[in-house]
């Protein structure tokens, strides 16, 4: 078992930046890719980002490339999702998620084996 625990949601304006984090905890010992998610008010979940085990390959979905930037620190277990030049579209709940069968790197949600309960991101016009 992996437990997962985001933190860093938050209101910000649009053009602001918010910095998420996922610590993940239990079953750790395995390389694993991790990925983050989110699913806007009355839609269903989306692909965000992902990254490697080793950091070495990391995949956007085309809405944030540019401006969202996945990175991993494995000594701390943890994960981050820097988000800068947000716009109210980005508003959603933000999930991580761990990827135990795999050190590379996958976007379907159904390829994740441990979620987070989610972070609220909100950004206001």
């Known amino acids: 078992q992996v437990q997962l625990v985001e933190s860093g949601g938050g209101l910000v304006q649009a053009g602001g930046s918010l910095r998420l984090s996922c610590v993940a905890s239990?079953?750790?010992?395995?390389?694993?890719?991790m990925g983050w998610f989110r699913q806007p008010p009355g839609k269903e979940r989306q692909f965000v980002a992902v990254?490697?085990?080793?950091?070495?390959?990391?995949y956007y979905t085309d809405s944030v490339k540019g401006r969202f930037t996945i990175s991993r620190d494995n000594a701390k277990n943890t994960v981050y999702l820097q988000m800068n030049s947000l716009k109210p579209e980005d508003t959603a709940v933000y999930y991580c998620?761990?990827?135990?069968?795999?050190?590379?790197?996958?976007?379907?949600?159904?390829?994740?084996?441990?979620w987070g309960q989610g972070t609220q991101v909100t950004v206001s016009s």
């Open positions: 990254i490697s085990w080793t950091s070495d390959a990391t």
């Open positions: 239990g079953r750790t010992s395995s390389r694993y890719a």
């Open positions: 998620a761990a990827d135990l069968r795999t050190a590379g790197w996958r976007i379907r949600a159904d390829d994740y084996d441990y």
